[in-house]
């Protein structure tokens, strides 16, 4: 109640009032809602920030999966112990701080297009771009991503993939048709992750993706610096925290729905 009911209700309270000499005024009006809803920029920046949030909930899922699924089945313990502790690790740093060093690392001067250049490629344009974008999305969320993956498979019944070796699949066949439909909840829910993370994010679009086209974030603060127009960034919120709940809705509806219609 006191981190996401009450902040939520300040928000939708403060979409409807007015800013007058700069100063938020208490009121009741459906102006900040027209204006953001019926302007091309504020669809175009919802498409984009959704668009890009789906590509890198799918790629951070493809991506993370074999790690996740080698450390579930193939690795020793030990080693997964490791693995486990060096994901983690990087939740102790500050995302800003990495998201800066990627800033180095994929520059025009930076560390790869240094490599490139002895293999006689590139310079190649790799910030300010949404390749730039995802890769700082991928840095937030990849690590939390393996390790959802890596609690579902884990917990995958290893007698139903001896059963299906049994019976003749190959491990490319036992993977597609027991272990990921076996590990279908946890699977689900970490793109859901990975979806809400980048949503939401400001860091990556706004330092390593260029800010154009803008997201939803920047979008925020494009409209608390234009005349400190909190009502329409809350529109812009409001309608962000909408979203994200119909998405979470929506992947829990799919990761434990038809499990509930078999039983």
Not at 53 to 67: G, H, R
Not at 125 to 147: D, K, Q, S, W
Not at 151 to 179: E, K, W
């Amino acid at each position: 109640t006191a981190f996401f009911l009450a902040p939520l209700l300040v928000l939708i309270s403060m979409s409807f009032w007015v800013v007058k000499n700069y100063r938020l005024t208490p009121d009741f009006v459906l102006k900040n809602w027209e204006r953001m809803f019926t302007r091309d920029y504020f669809w175009a920046a919802y498409l984009h920030t959704f668009e890009l949030a789906l590509l890198v909930a799918v790629m951070a899922s493809v991506i993370a999966f074999p790690a996740a699924h080698y450390l579930a089945f193939k690795a020793r313990p030990a080693t997964r112990r490791w693995a486990m502790f060096l994901l983690i690790t990087p939740f102790f740093t500050s995302y800003l701080v990495r998201v800066y060093s990627w800033k180095i690392i994929l520059s025009t001067e930076g560390v790869l297009n240094v490599v490139f250049g002895w293999l006689g490629l590139g310079p190649f344009e790799m910030l300010n771009n949404t390749f730039g974008a995802c890769v700082g999305y991928l840095t937030l969320c990849l690590p939390l991503v393996i390790l959802i993956q890596l609690f579902a498979l884990s917990n995958v019944n290893r007698d139903l993939i001896g059963a299906a070796h049994n019976l003749g699949c190959g491990p490319l066949r036992t993977t597609f048709t027991v272990t990921i439909p076996a590990a279908r909840i946890g699977l689900i829910l970490a793109g859901t992750f990975a979806f809400i993370l980048s949503f939401g994010d400001y860091v990556s679009p706004a330092y390593l993706g260029g800010g154009k086209p803008p997201t939803m974030s920047i979008l925020i603060v494009d409209q608390t610096k234009s005349g400190n127009h909190w009502p329409r960034a809350s529109v812009v919120a409001v309608t962000m925290v909408v979203t994200l709940i119909v998405v979470l809705f929506g992947s829990l509806f799919a990761a434990y729905g038809r499990s509930g219609g078999r039983k």
